[in-house]
């Protein structure tokens, strides 16, 4: 069975599949903040769709995290050590892209087990 929550026409942002949680991309509400308010936001929004599909961020197995420019890489991932639970890190993998607004500086994208 599949669950699709917060849907639209064009995606859902939590889509659940027996115990695993997909979420679509994750930004941060204000994009004329900074790469760390944009990445605590992006994180608070993860922790929203999270607890909707009844999970927590203990439980993400993985993250793609894509920024705007190589120069915030180490502002984000201060933001990230802040958020992730110690020994429950996931696996990662961060890119630097053009992103569909250049006001967006980060989006991430985590699957978690429930």
Do not use: F
Not at 39 to 62: C, F, H, P, Q
Not at 85 to 105: F, G, H, K, Q, S
């Amino acid at each position: 069975m599949i669950t699709r929550l917060e849907s639209n026409a064009r995606r859902s942002r939590v889509v659940i599949h027996e115990n695993t949680v997909y979420l679509a991309g994750q930004v941060g509400d204000d994009w004329s903040g900074d790469i760390a308010q944009q990445t605590r936001e992006a994180l608070a929004n993860i922790d929203k769709m999270l607890a909707l599909a009844g999970t927590d961020k203990s439980k993400v197995l993985s993250a793609t995290i894509w920024i705007k420019r190589l120069s915030d890489y180490d502002q984000m991932n201060a933001v990230w050590d802040a958020w992730v639970p110690p020994n429950d890190t996931p696996a990662r993998a961060c890119a630097v892209v053009d992103m569909a607004d250049p006001r967006i500086l980060v989006e991430i994208t985590p699957i978690a087990a429930r």
